[in-house]
Structures are given as structure tokens and as C-alpha cells.
């Protein structure tokens, strides 16, 4: 069994910070790309950032200078930097990982943490 578990989600004020957190565990042999996607009320599920398994990564325009997509190979575990929070960013944070199982590839999703940006 893969899972993806999330933290770092909450309340946060405008121009503020957080850092989210997603460690996959299960019995794997490599995790490819992972990315962080959000869905607002009323939204469509969107990427917010991507992150190859040779660390090159992409962003949404809008959250480019202010996110910042990592990881840590040793831990299995992808990180989103954000800063100078805006309302706007408020949503459901999903975490997404391709890994390599057992003779195929799989791709998994966190269940989500609400970011709230907010006075």
C-alpha cells in the first residue's frame, strides 16, 4: 500500500508563510515526479508547482517567485515553500507522486490540506 502523507496546512496571514510537507511511504522501488496541486472553491484542480526526479521544476505563473517546490531523495519527501502568502492562494493543497512499483508505474495522491490565507 502507497501513501501520501501531507502536513504543514493551516491558517496563515497575508504576507506570511508556511511550508508543506508530503513523505510517500510504502513498498516502492523510486519515485519519479512529484508536484503540489490546489482546487479552490469553485475551482478546477490546478498545478502549483512540479518537480522531476532529476530536480528540475515548473510553477504556476502566479505563484512564481513566492513557491518553491523541493525535495529530499534520502526521506521521500517533497516540500512546498511558500511565501508572501495572498488570499488567493487559499485552497486545498494536493500532493502528487509517479513512483515505481513492482514491474509498472503508479501515481498517487495525498487526501489534501487546507492552506487559508486570511486576517
Known amino acids: 500500500q502507497v501513501q501520501l502523507v501531507e502536513s504543514g496546512g493551516g491558517l496563515v496571514q497575508p504576507g506570511g508563510s508556511l511550508r508543506l510537507s508530503c513523505t510517500i511511504a510504502g513498498i516502492i522501488f523510486s519515485i519519479n515526479d512529484m508536484g503540489w496541486y490546489r482546487q479552490a472553491p469553485g475551482k478546477e484542480r490546478e498545478l502549483v508547482a512540479h518537480?522531476?526526479?532529476?530536480?528540475?521544476?515548473n510553477y504556476e505563473d502566479s505563484v512564481k517567485g513566492r513557491l518553491t517546490i523541493s525535495r529530499d531523495n534520502a526521506k521521500n519527501t517533497v516540500y512546498l515553500q511558500m511565501n508572501s502568502l495572498k488570499p488567493e492562494d487559499t485552497a486545498v493543497y494536493y500532493c502528487n507522486a509517479e513512483v515505481w512499483l513492482l514491474g509498472r508505474r503508479g501515481n498517487y495522491w495525498g487526501k489534501g490540506t487546507l492552506v487559508t490565507v486570511s486576517l
Open positions: 518537480i522531476s526526479s532529476g530536480g528540475a521544476t
